[in-house]
């Protein structure tokens, strides 16, 4: 059983065929660093997107956009702290100096394990405004340039879970911001007139590193090998016994933002392997 992270090649990326899909038009991709913002930035900039990665962490950013590159996309990297209201609103005034605001995906996060009657209330600020807030303020200042657009079409893409679905012990934080982003995105859709519209993605656990980390404390603290970890913890009520890639997940994200999802409107796209829904 593979356990790291896989390396991205152009043959993994969905390519779709779109009259947006062009140089002329820009996506943000939040936690553009690693994991599956990394991918989207990437799959963005496969697809012929003008592409705009925005992370606290330069050197992992400045990696995806040399990644970019090599798969004969454009990204550019702006640095950026998503605590931080001036940063975002810079982060989005460079990138409407790219072209046009078209298409936007949230998707930086971070966890945190403890109970409620434990939980850090610094960490819990913390997440919110990273996972929540940072999404509600990148979407209200994307939404006019999208409006104002040729055609008045946007999309915004919210990075969801199965947390969006269902509650685990000890990640209280995380499921709330995840249950929000869902609201978020219905949010966008009730006000988008089906023009600019919003949906999110749900997936189970992913190789990257916010997901593999976990994996050797789970196992020392288990007294098990890091492959029952994945098996039987993270993927016990899954009936595929394997991680997604970052990649699948970014596809899904293409998908949303295409044509090809006009009706994905306030929608939720559920790909978890049977987590939820099969029993």
């Given at each position: 059983?593979?356990?790291?992270?896989?390396?991205?090649?152009?043959?993994?990326?969905?390519?779709?065929?779109?009259?947006?899909?062009?140089?002329?038009?820009?996506?943000?991709?939040?936690?553009?660093?690693?994991?599956?913002?990394?991918?989207?930035?990437?799959?963005?900039?496969?697809?012929?997107?003008?592409?705009?990665?925005?992370?606290?962490?330069?050197?992992?950013?400045?990696?995806?956009?040399?990644?970019?590159?090599?798969?004969?996309?454009?990204?550019?990297?702006?640095?950026?702290?998503?605590?931080?209201?001036?940063?975002?609103?810079?982060?989005?005034?460079?990138?409407?100096?790219?072209?046009?605001?078209?298409?936007?995906?949230?998707?930086?996060?971070?966890?945190?394990?403890?109970?409620?009657?434990?939980?850090?209330?610094?960490?819990?600020?913390?997440?919110?405004?990273?996972?929540?807030?940072?999404?509600?303020?990148?979407?209200?200042?994307?939404?006019?340039?999208?409006?104002?657009?040729?055609?008045?079409?946007?999309?915004?893409?919210?990075?969801?879970?199965?947390?969006?679905?269902?509650?685990?012990?000890?990640?209280?934080?995380?499921?709330?911001?995840?249950?929000?982003?869902?609201?978020?995105s219905q949010s966008i859709s009730a006000e988008g007139e089906g023009k600019v519209r919003s949906f999110t993605v749900s997936t189970g656990f992913v190789k990257t590193p916010l997901?593999?980390?976990?994996?050797?404390?789970?196992?020392?603290?288990?007294?098990?090998?890091p492959e029952e970890v994945v098996r039987d913890v993270m993927m016990g009520t899954s009936r595929i016994k394997e991680m997604m890639s970052p990649i699948e997940v970014a596809n899904l994200f293409i998908f949303g933002f295409s044509r090809h999802a006009n009706y994905l409107i306030g929608?939720?796209?559920?790909?978890?392997?049977?987590?939820?829904?099969?029993?």
């Amino acid at each position: 059983m593979d356990i790291t992270e896989p390396k991205i090649t152009r043959d993994q990326v969905l390519i779709l065929s779109d009259e947006n899909f062009n140089r002329s038009n820009v996506c943000i991709v939040s936690g553009a660093g690693t994991g599956i913002g990394r991918a989207t930035a990437l799959a963005a900039a496969a697809n012929n997107l003008t592409t705009v990665g925005l992370d606290i962490n330069e050197e992992e950013g400045l990696t995806t956009r040399k990644l970019a590159e090599e798969l004969g996309g454009m990204m550019i990297f702006v640095p950026t702290d998503l605590t931080r209201d001036d940063d975002i609103k810079r982060a989005v005034e460079e990138a409407a100096g790219l072209g046009t605001v078209k298409y936007l995906a949230n998707i930086a996060g971070l966890q945190h394990i403890d109970s409620v009657e434990n939980f850090p209330m610094e960490k819990y600020d913390l997440m919110m405004r990273i996972m929540l807030r940072a999404p509600f303020l990148l979407s209200k200042l994307t939404i006019p340039h999208m409006q104002r657009s040729s055609d008045g079409v946007g999309v915004i893409g919210n990075m969801a879970s199965v947390h969006g679905h269902i509650t685990t012990r000890n990640k209280p934080v995380y499921n709330m911001t995840k249950f929000g982003l869902r609201a978020l995105s219905q949010s966008i859709s009730a006000e988008g007139e089906g023009k600019v519209r919003s949906f999110t993605v749900s997936t189970g656990f992913v190789k990257t590193p916010l997901a593999l980390k976990q994996i050797p404390a789970q196992a020392e603290q288990r007294g098990i090998s890091p492959e029952e970890v994945v098996r039987d913890v993270m993927m016990g009520t899954s009936r595929i016994k394997e991680m997604m890639s970052p990649i699948e997940v970014a596809n899904l994200f293409i998908f949303g933002f295409s044509r090809h999802a006009n009706y994905l409107i306030g929608g939720d796209l559920l790909f978890d392997g049977g987590m939820v829904l099969t029993y």
